[in-house]
């Protein structure tokens, strides 16, 4: 009787869990793809020996079926089924933009001369 209490009590346990995605914060490198973005994610990392801190850097490609992410945009990225061989994860929100100012091409100016 004990261990089929035991058994039921994981099964609601396990019931009761629900995993959270994995998730990090990064910065748009590149987005010359179509629907994919570049995204390098920065952690700290500690030396044993020395105590030292030092950063340490992966790059995520990462889905973007809007394409509304630009170079230099801090992004949320979550884990989500496989989109393609190297893609595994989609922008979940866009925390911070670039200023980029007027979008014209350089020496064009906006203002029209009459």
Known sequence: ??????????????????????SFVGVVMKTATKDTVAVRVDRFEKNAKYKKYFVRSKNYLVHDPENIAK??????????RPISKMKHFKIAKIDKTIDRGDSSPRGVSSVTAE
């Not at 004990?2 to 994995?22: D, G, I, P």
């Not at 801090?74 to 884990?79: K, L």
Request: proline letters at 0%; glycine letters at 4%.
């Open 1 to 22: 009787m004990h261990a089929l209490h035991v058994a039921l009590a994981k099964r609601n346990n396990m019931e009761k869990n629900t995993s959270r995605r994995q």
């Open 71 to 80: 170079v230099g945009d801090t992004v949320t990225i979550v884990a989500t």
